[in-house]
Structures are given as structure tokens and as C-alpha cells.
């Protein structure tokens, strides 16, 4: 699967307005602040494809990206960001609107700073990805945040928090150093061709 063959393809405001499956897609879930966009732009080769923002919370939609001819599925941040509860609302209805409909679900790549436990919502999504026995892998982010040991230990501890399943996959990365990213793409490329 070819990364760098990646582009934007569209933005959905409700899930009503979401078209069908075309093909197996790879949703992105995390909290507000947890570098989602910059992450996918390090996943695709791209500087400014997912808007990053200082202001958490900036996605208040649901954005489809292309990568060589697959969906990749940028999901509203969950948690803190500075917007009215009628906008929380709205969100949390998208991302649960996108979640029940029948889709083609390859992956879901949950998104967790490395740097603090996962909060009551990861949690919560975690719980939620297995109750609905969607494949989902665990992303740990900002690790060049912290030094290798700080790293492993605080890996070990969100693996225990979370509770996984066996084999859950759990990849620690870093946009800024690119540390995990291609090991997150052999993760992606091998749920699509599944």
C-alpha cells in the first residue's frame, strides 16, 4: 500500500450524510489533544493534508482521506475541547452515527498520549470497540515526549489499565521523530488487504 499516494477526499457534518462503504476503511478515534492530525499527516507523507491545530478539537467532522485507492477515516476529537455542549453533542453522535452504521471496518486505531493513563472516555472507546468486536489496535502517541524507559514503563502500564484482549496490537509513536509510523502503516496496509 502505497502512502505517499494519498490525498483528501471528503468531510461529513452528520452521520446521515456519510455514502456507503466502497471498500475496507481505517477509522482514527482519540481524545482532542491526542495529535491525530499530525499523525496522519506523517502516515501520508504530508505536511498540511489533516488540518493541525494549537486549538484542540479543530476536526468537528468526519474527514475521508485516500491512500492508494483505501478510505482512511479521521474521526472528531472525544474530551476537553473548548466548544458548547450542543457541539460535544453533535460529535459524539457523528462518531457513534459512523460506529453503527454497516461498514467495512478494516482497523480502528485508537489513539492514547503515552504521556498520562488513558481517561474515563479511552477507556470507555475501548470498551465500546470490544463490545462491538470491531478490530481495533492501540496508538500510543507523543512518545518522543519521554525518554525509552519512560516510554516502556508507561506502555506497560496502559496495556494493564486498558485490560486488552490478547494480541491486541500496540504500536508507540511519534510524529515529530517518526518513531513507529511505518510499523503503524505495515499494521494498516496488512487490516486492508485481511
Given at each position: 500500500m502505497n502512502f505517499h499516494n494519498a490525498s483528501f477526499k471528503a468531510a461529513y457534518g452528520t452521520?446521515?450524510?456519510?455514502?456507503?462503504?466502497?471498500?475496507?476503511?481505517?477509522?482514527?478515534?482519540?481524545?482532542?489533544?491526542?495529535?491525530k492530525s499530525s499523525l496522519l499527516n506523517?502516515?501520508?507523507y504530508r505536511k498540511g493534508l489533516a488540518k493541525v491545530s494549537a486549538t484542540p478539537g479543530k476536526t468537528a467532522t468526519i474527514n475521508f482521506y485516500e491512500v492508494d485507492g483505501h478510505d482512511l477515516v479521521d474521526l472528531p476529537g472525544y474530551g476537553f475541547a473548548k466548544v458548547s455542549k450542543?457541539?460535544?453533542?453533535?460529535?459524539?453522535?457523528?462518531?457513534?452515527?459512523?460506529?453503527?452504521?454497516?461498514?467495512n471496518f478494516?482497523?480502528?486505531?485508537?489513539?492514547?498520549?503515552?504521556?498520562?493513563?488513558?481517561?474515563?472516555l479511552d477507556r470507555n472507546m475501548v470498551r465500546f470497540l470490544q463490545d462491538a468486536e470491531l478490530p481495533f489496535a492501540i496508538v500510543l502517541t507523543k512518545a518522543d515526549k519521554l525518554s525509552k524507559q519512560q516510554q516502556q514503563k508507561q506502555r506497560a502500564a496502559i496495556k494493564k489499565a486498558l485490560d486488552l484482549p490478547k494480541g491486541t496490537p500496540m504500536v508507540v509513536t511519534s510524529s515529530e521523530k517518526g518513531d513507529g509510523i511505518d510499523e503503524l502503516r505495515t499494521l494498516i496496509a496488512r487490516a486492508i488487504e485481511e
Amino acid at each position: 500500500m502505497n502512502f505517499h499516494n494519498a490525498s483528501f477526499k471528503a468531510a461529513y457534518g452528520t452521520s446521515a450524510q456519510l455514502p456507503a462503504s466502497t471498500g475496507p476503511e481505517v477509522s482514527f478515534a482519540g481524545r482532542s489533544n491526542v495529535g491525530k492530525s499530525s499523525l496522519l499527516n506523517k502516515l501520508m507523507y504530508r505536511k498540511g493534508l489533516a488540518k493541525v491545530s494549537a486549538t484542540p478539537g479543530k476536526t468537528a467532522t468526519i474527514n475521508f482521506y485516500e491512500v492508494d485507492g483505501h478510505d482512511l477515516v479521521d474521526l472528531p476529537g472525544y474530551g476537553f475541547a473548548k466548544v458548547s455542549k450542543s457541539e460535544k453533542d453533535r460529535w459524539s453522535d457523528l462518531i457513534e452515527g459512523y460506529y453503527n452504521q454497516d461498514r467495512n471496518f478494516a482497523l480502528v486505531v485508537s489513539l492514547i498520549d503515552i504521556r498520562h493513563d488513558p481517561s474515563a472516555l479511552d477507556r470507555n472507546m475501548v470498551r465500546f470497540l470490544q463490545d462491538a468486536e470491531l478490530p481495533f489496535a492501540i496508538v500510543l502517541t507523543k512518545a518522543d515526549k519521554l525518554s525509552k524507559q519512560q516510554q516502556q514503563k508507561q506502555r506497560a502500564a496502559i496495556k494493564k489499565a486498558l485490560d486488552l484482549p490478547k494480541g491486541t496490537p500496540m504500536v508507540v509513536t511519534s510524529s515529530e521523530k517518526g518513531d513507529g509510523i511505518d510499523e503503524l502503516r505495515t499494521l494498516i496496509a496488512r487490516a486492508i488487504e485481511e
